[in-house]
């Protein structure tokens, strides 16, 4: 039987960038809404959001019952000729983390992919090596200097989101995934109802997912997409995800994976509402959690 802590995130909350854009949340409402929803922990967001003083952290989310379970690092990896180029943030991140007694960095890349991924048809096999290097070396740093796992979170419109991309830097850098439950059904996926690329995966690569987040897709969302040939960042701006009972991921089967592959760790709910008011996305972490109990996915 799998055992899930479930953890929020300030991407429900629409905040993709330090400054709190697109949705503008402060952050003190935030963590004041994260907690009266019922969370328990959450992942820092992106690197500067949330207040960076470790000391000032720890008494904002102690007074409020949060604990930190992870931290975000966003990294365009085709940049720079080594991982040095980003250890310096890579450093203060994990300092960070350390303080407060988080064990994993989940780490995605924000390389130029292009507007459909175009650009990583015409990458050499070198150059391909020259970037998982990066991110295998951030890997061995995090565990060796900190004792902090580098869980590796494919993403739609970035180097790693199909799953063959996703295999290739699994072999070279040997590091465990944050498996993306919405992400993974986006880019691989048929849209359909009962949508079976996710759990599928999860089932042949189980020793593999050391972390989870649970995000949904909307299927009329997702086929206007396609019909359209809409570009991602189009897709993620009309809410093609949406709240977890409402898209074409079974989250039944969600279920039945966790338990029978005995997955004991960190869930995230992240919903990506970049348009959605604070009341909105209040509304929705707490109808996704209640729904993860009535699945049983949590207590």
């Given at each position: ?6 953890a ?12 709190g854009?697109p949705s ?32 000032r ?22 940049q ?8 310096p ?6 300092r ?11 780490t995605?890349?924000?390389s ?7 650009k ?15 991110v295998k ?25 199909y ?5 290739r ?7 465990d ?24 995966f ?8 050391a ?18 040939h ?20 079974d989250?039944?089967?969600i279920?039945?994976?966790i ?18 008011t604070n ?21």
């Amino acid at each position: 039987m799998g055992k899930v802590k479930i953890a929020t995130a300030p991407c429900s909350w629409g905040v993709w960038y330090a400054d709190g854009t697109p949705s503008g949340t402060p952050w003190e409402l935030f963590l004041d809404q994260a907690a009266e929803a019922g969370y328990q922990a959450l992942e820092l967001g992106p690197d500067g959001y949330l207040p960076t003083d470790e000391g000032r952290l720890r008494e904002e989310l102690e007074r409020r019952g949060l604990s930190v379970c992870a931290g975000t690092a966003c990294y365009a990896f085709d940049q720079g000729a080594a991982f040095a180029h980003f250890r310096p943030r890579v450093e203060a991140l994990c300092r960070r983390l350390q303080a407060l007694g988080a064990k994993y960095l989940v780490t995605m890349d924000e390389s130029d992919v292009g507007k459909y991924s175009e650009k990583k048809q015409s990458l050499t096999a070198q150059e391909w090596d020259a970037f998982l290097q990066k991110v295998k070396d951030m890997g061995e740093y995090t565990k060796n200097e900190f004792g902090i796992d580098v869980v590796y979170h494919p993403h739609v419109k970035t180097m790693i989101e199909y799953e063959n991309e996703i295999e290739r830097l699994m072999d070279f850098t040997g590091l465990d995934l944050c498996f993306d439950t919405g992400h993974h059904s986006y880019a691989n996926g048929n849209g359909k109802p009962e949508e079976p690329s996710a759990p599928a995966f999860m089932r042949r690569f189980a020793e593999r997912i050391a972390y989870l987040h649970f995000k949904q897709v909307d299927g009329s969302v997702f086929q206007k997409v396609m019909d359209e040939h809409l570009d991602s960042d189009t897709a993620f701006d009309i809410n093609v995800m949406c709240d977890i009972p409402d898209g074409i991921i079974d989250f039944g089967e969600i279920r039945r994976v966790i338990e029978d592959i005995g997955f004991s760790g960190i869930a995230v709910v992240e919903s990506d509402m970049p348009r959605a008011t604070n009341a909105q996305a209040f509304a929705s972490a707490k109808r996704n959690l209640q729904y993860l109990r009535e699945l049983g996915i949590i207590d």
